[in-house]
């Protein structure tokens, strides 16, 4: 884990960098399609700003609500993540109530024919730009994979659309076609459609909607793949301010409150480490004691004699007997894919045992070993061999 800790954390700075360069840029073509909409009497190119500033908006109402939600306070026990929902959705309001106007002066506004020399050339820019960095933008966020910047570049590509409407508007004009409130109606659709989106995503984070599917089944996947959970009995999730809290109940193979609760600890641990918009993760551990037990034995071969170092050992025989009376129920060899490694031969052959959830391994030797160290970590009983 911690070999591939710093390149994850560079991950995640470049995708930030990389989102305040679109906020940035999005201000940038925000002005410059507002200006030149001004001064060319284009209705259509100042709606077109409007929607751009949409997305400057909402990755303010971001960058203020990760500021707020950084601060303590006792009467919020989880945190102030929800300061960004709000924002969001005083954005919201704002955005479709300007989706409003435009489409009102649109319809009802007089025909005029803009200036095409002043508003074109700034227009097609804006729509090259939005088309080029947004596919650069989709690329680099599937590269990193970040939904942030996949959301981002498809705003970008969404942007360009009704910057084309503007175009063939302006276009029009040049002809002497008066398709200038036209367009700015068509755009005032694409605003609506911003500010819905915003409106919906704040709601849900108010009303405490689960976390996407996919995350939560990937979150139960990587708890029960540790070797003492038998199940993952009940995942509550919710959203806060687009970052995800987790609460889960698991059921572990044993009775020992330590063991459980170092456990615990650690599978919240690796939950945060791993899903980096979880920013709260609790395990409840619930005990149970199966009749069934699995053991597992370094082996030179099938029925061959013990192995002196499970690292190196061919051949493990794993038995499943029951736990009171000792009794053998099933016995199976299994091959020892990482035996020849000569690299990192330890970490693979201990977090390949792990994979098979075994209750205890019996060794030979007392001798400490990254497997054996990895083994006692995740709370596998250790027999020491008599034979």
Known sequence: MTETKPNKDSGLKTARRRAAFSVGLNLLLSVAKGLAGVFANSTALISDAIHSATDVLASGAAYVGLWVAGKRHPSFPYGLYKAETVATLVISMAVLLAAYEIGRNAIFGPDKIPDVSLAFPVAAGSLVVSWLF??????????????????????????????????????????????????AAIVSIFVFRSGGQLLIMALKDLLDASIDRDTERAIIKLVESHPLISKVERCLSRTAGGRF?????????????????????????????????????????????????????????????????IARAPWFLIETMERETGKVLERE???????????????????????????????ASTREGTAIALLKEAGVEIIISSV
């Open 134 to 183: 947004g596919f650069f933008q989709l690329r680099a966020g599937r590269r990193l994979n970040s939904p942030v910047l996949i959301a981002d570049a498809r705003d970008y590509l969404a942007d360009s659309l009704s910057t084309g409407v503007v175009l063939l508007g302006l276009i029009g004009a040049h002809f002497g076609y008066a398709l200038d409130r036209w367009a």
């Open 245 to 309: 809290i987790v609460d889960l109940d698991v059921v572990l193979r044993t009775k020992s409150h330590e063991i459980a609760d170092r456990v615990s600890d650690r599978l919240e641990e690796d939950i945060l480490n791993q899903f980096p918009r979880v920013v709260m993760s609790r395990i409840r551990p619930h005990y149970s004691h199966s009749p069934i037990l699995h053991s597992v034995r370094p082996v030179t071969g099938p029925e061959g004699k013990m192995a002196e170092n």
């Open 333 to 363: 060899f299994i091959e020892n894919p990482y035996w020849r490694e000569e690299r990192k031969r330890g970490y693979l052959v201990g977090k390949w045992l792990l994979s098979l959830k075994p209750d205890q391994i019996t060794v």
